[in-house]
């Protein structure tokens, strides 16, 4: 048996004999219908509720930060997270090409323009030397320390590593040339709840972080989203700024920003409070996933792609790395075609055609790793 039949045979084996494989499923074994029941008892099922609160003490509690601030997904979490930096259409926000699409979308949100850095074949991150690179050959300070990009005049307003598939990048690194810099980070750790480097989760190296809790998401609201921070004004301002920018009154309708309605329901985060609670063996599960996974490709012409050194990643999309764009084929064809759902990475940002416009610094590793990357079955173990 080749190593492709072997790998679907794993599959099979612990996600069933037959029916369809989906990549990534919700567990719901825990107190999410009593949490539910709870919150359409109360009357409060929209953005004010004891579940929201509850949930931005749990997302402080397990990431480490001392401020969460509830969204209504990821995407928006983001974007409002620049928005609160001061991006705007002026700008130039710098990030990976190999990202999900709303990554890219957020800061055009904005009216900023994307740049997009080369990411690294260990982490499938940000590459911290490709962006070193970059800024040094075409960023400038001017005389207030604000820099600027000296090929297009655009001030460089924020950066935005992403954790690929919850594996940690050299978040520490990309933070510590960003410094040099005077440009702000916001990690996008929208796959890496759980995960975490030296100890330290991920999300909160940077002057703030953003999660997503999407159906596919280790832990799931359904729809939903986070930013944290240890920025006590600026959680402040992300709150006022996802409630409509709306002044505090009893009856009086007053608001002094331009406001978004990015507020978590209740409904929503009364779900995700309960799979929260389930955070540690949901993240125990797939790790023993993986370590399966693992264990059958060693040593075969299938690269496991494992954390790197110093790191914990949640293994949220395990994924794996073909010899070739014709092998990684080869193998979606045949894993699919049994009802086994795999895919391949994302198509990188600036090949797509609303970004093809945005510019790039050299992309060698994304366009040599991105074509070979394949996901896998990659849920938390089914219960027997």
Known sequence: MDTNSKLTSLIRSV????????????????????????CIDSG?????????????????????????????NGTAAIHIGLVALGVDDSCEVLTQALTFVATGNAIAYTGARPRFIDVDETSMGMSASALEAFLKSAVELDDEGTPYNKEN?????????MHTFGM?????????????????VLEDAAEAIGSSKKGKSCGTFGVMGTFSFNGNKVVTAGGGGAVVTDNEAL??????LTTTAKVPHRWEYVHDFIGYNYRMPNVNAALVCAQLEQLDTFL?????????YKALLQDSEIEFIDEPENCKANFWLIAIRFSSEESRDEFLQMSNDSDVMTRPAWEPLHQLSMFMASDQAPLPVTENISSRIVNIPSSAMPSN
């Open 15 to 38: 996600f069933g004999e037959t029916g369809f494989i989906p990549l990534h499923e919700p567990r719901f074994r825990g107190n999410e219908k009593k949490y539910l029941n709870e």
């Open 44 to 72: 409060f099922v929209s953005s004010v509720g004891a579940f929201v609160t509850r949930f931005e003490e749990e997302m402080c509690r397990i990431t480490g930060a001392k401020y969460a601030v509830a969204t209504v």
């Open 153 to 161: 005049g655009r001030r460089i307003a924020a950066c935005v590593p």
């Open 168 to 184: 940690p990048c050299d978040i520490e690194a990309i933070i510590s040339i960003c410094d040099e810099y005077n440009i702000p």
């Open 235 to 240: 959680a402040k301002h992300l709150k006022h």
């Open 284 to 292: 125990a599960e797939k790790r023993a996933l993986a370590e399966k």
